[in-house]
C-alpha cells in the first residue's frame, strides 16, 4: 500500500541539523529536477516581485527569503518538517514503533520542490506551492507530471493507492495502476453532506494514522473500504476521476487529537 499526503503550506524549522544532501533522498532520479526547481525558486525568491510570483502575503518574507539559501539551512526528517492540520492528525510522534515503520514504507509526500519525498527523508523547511509557475519551467502540476509519472508508477506498481491529497498536488501525479482510491470527506450541515476544507484535511490525516497503525493493509478498494467502515460511515463511489472513498462525518463532528 502506498498513501499520498500533500505538504504542508507551514513548515516546522529547525535551529540546528547539517543542510540536506541531494544524493541521500528517495528517488534519486529526481535528483536532476530538483537541482532545476532549487535553482528556479532561488532565483525567483531574490526578486522583488516574489512574493506575488510565489503567492504569499508579506507575513511569509522570512520564509520566501530562506528559499535563496536552502543548501546551508538545517534540515529533518520530514515528518518533522511538515506541519498543519494533517499532519497534526496523523501524529507522526505518537505512533508506536511499528507503525512509524509503515509509515515510513508506505508514505511519500508529493512536493512541489521535491517531486516526492519519504518520511525520513532529510529537507529544510521551504516556501513553494505546487500551484506556483516558474520561470523556465511554466506551471509546476504540468511540469512535475512527466517527471514524477514513470518514477511513481514503478514505485506503485499493482499496490493499492490511497490518494489523500488536494487537488493542486493531485495534478502532479496520476497513478495509473488502477488501484487507486481518493479520500473525499463530506461533513453533514443542515442535513446535507458539504466539503469542509478543515475537517477534510483533519479526517485525511486520520485516515493515514489509522492505516499505518493496521498489522495487515488493505490490497483492494473494497478491503479499504472494510477497514474504513469500521470506524467511519464510508462508502466508495466511481466518476470521471476514479475511483473514491467517501466518508462522511456527522454534523457534531469534533476534531481529536493522536497520542
Request: net charge negative; glycine share 8%.
Amino acid at each position: 500500500m502506498l498513501i499520498l499526503l500533500p505538504p504542508s503550506e507551514g513548515k516546522t524549522a529547525h535551529a540546528t541539523g547539517d543542510p540536506f544532501e541531494l544524493g541521500e533522498l528517495s528517488f534519486p532520479e529526481l535528483s536532476g529536477p530538483r537541482s532545476e526547481v532549487l535553482d528556479a525558486l532561488a532565483e525567483v525568491s531574490a526578486r522583488e516581485d516574489a512574493m506575488d510570483i510565489l503567492g504569499v502575503g508579506a507575513s511569509l518574507a522570512a520564509e520566501v527569503a530562506r528559499n535563496i539559501c536552502l543548501h546551508t539551512e538545517p534540515a529533518a526528517r520530514a515528518h518533522d518538517i511538515y506541519s498543519g492540520v494533517l499532519f497534526e492528525a496523523l501524529g507522526y510522534a505518537t505512533l508506536d514503533g511499528a507503525a512509524q515503520r509503515r509509515a515510513d514504507e508506505s508514505i511519500l509526500v508529493v512536493s512541489a520542490l521535491w517531486g516526492a519525498v519519504r518520511f525520513g527523508d532529510r529537507i529544510p523547511p521551504y516556501r513553494l506551492s505546487m500551484s506556483a509557475k516558474l520561470d523556465h519551467l511554466g506551471k509546476l502540476a504540468s511540469w512535475w507530471k512527466k517527471r514524477l509519472t514513470p518514477v511513481l508508477d514503478a514505485v506503485a506498481g499493482d499496490q493499492l493507492v490511497v490518494d489523500a491529497r488536494s487537488s493542486t498536488y493531485a495534478a502532479a501525479y496520476k497513478p495509473g495502476n488502477g488501484n487507486t482510491v481518493a479520500v473525499n470527506v463530506f461533513q453533514i450541515r443542515n442535513g446535507v453532506p458539504k466539503v469542509v476544507s478543515h475537517f477534510a484535511k483533519h479526517t485525511r490525516g486520520e485516515v493515514a494514522r489509522f492505516l499505518v497503525e493496521q498489522d495487515q493493509a488493505p490490497a483492494t478498494a473494497k478491503e479499504l473500504l472494510e477497514l474504513a467502515g469500521s470506524r467511519w460511515e464510508a462508502s466508495l463511489s466511481e466518476d470521471r476521476k476514479g475511483l473514491a472513498l467517501n466518508i462522511t462525518l456527522a454534523e457534531d463532528h469534533q476534531f481529536t487529537t493522536a497520542k
